[in-house]
């Protein structure tokens, strides 16, 4: 099938499958007005007889691209019930958004399940992707009962985990943040030999300082899974953002995933 064009503002924050991106190479990209063509296709046709029924936003945890850096790399993915995904979208996203899109970009298409297996119809439906599909469970183990190590263990309960294992890689669901958030918060994101650190602040400004000495400041606003920057220059940005882990009083999560990256809050 072919595709078709539209034109695009670049927004260069990340790869189209996930590569993190540093804060300072986005603010270059940010800082360019130039316009580029993305491809978009129809969506692809689901099967009759097959079901879907995944419904929201997932991170799939990948080794990390860089061992030095310590954390793990990843992907945001987007599923409706209807059978759509989304894989790493960039420049802001919503579950609503590809509920109505008229059409898909190249990391997005339709899925369907096939027993154990995830199927995945890539954008014009031309590529399959075929996925190992399990929902992980956790025992609850007592034993050994009596004195000898060898003897028997009695499992008390066994029940499923949170998330999926999709091609073999833990996948856990994540939450937006909800539009009007506002905090004190430093977080901090370290790549290799550099680190990154964003502030924010209640009154609904940021900064941005990396290590290598590039850096930015101006306004930001959450809505769900976009962060929107306006920056002092009067560019704005929009991040593809999840929210990991504890979600305080204030309303900070404990991390977030932002543009490819993990952002973890210091402090208190």
Sequence with gaps: ?????????????????????????????????????????????????????????????????????????????FFTREGRFSRSPVGGYSLDRLVAAPSARGTEGVYWMEGDRLV?????????????????????????????????????????????????????????????????????????????????QADGRFSRESSAGAGASGTYAFAEHTLTLTLSTGATEALTIAAEGEIDAAGRPEAMWCAGTRLRREGR
């Design 120 to 200: 995945l119809a890539m954008a014009g439906g031309s590529v399959l992707s075929d996925l190992s599909f399990a929902q992980p469970q956790v025992e609850h183990v007592i034993g050994p009962i009596g004195s000898s190590p060898s003897a028997p263990r009695v499992t008390l309960e066994r029940k499923q985990a949170p998330g999926y294992l999709i091609g073999g890689f833990k996948t856990l669901p994540v939450r937006g943040v909800p539009a009007g958030t506002r905090f004190d918060a430093t977080y901090a994101q370290v790549s290799g030999a550099r680190e990154h650190r964003w502030v924010f």
């Design 1 to 77: 099938m072919e595709p078709t064009r539209r034109g695009v503002p670049v927004v260069m924050l990340a790869a189209v499958l996930g590569a993190a991106a540093t804060p300072e190479a986005a603010s270059a990209a940010a800082a360019t007005a130039a316009v580029t063509t993305e491809r978009v296709y129809r969506f692809a046709t689901i099967p009759a007889g097959r079901t879907a029924g995944l419904q929201g936003v997932f991170l799939r945890e990948l080794p990390p691209a860089d061992p030095a850096a310590g954390e793990s790399a990843g992907e945001l993915w």
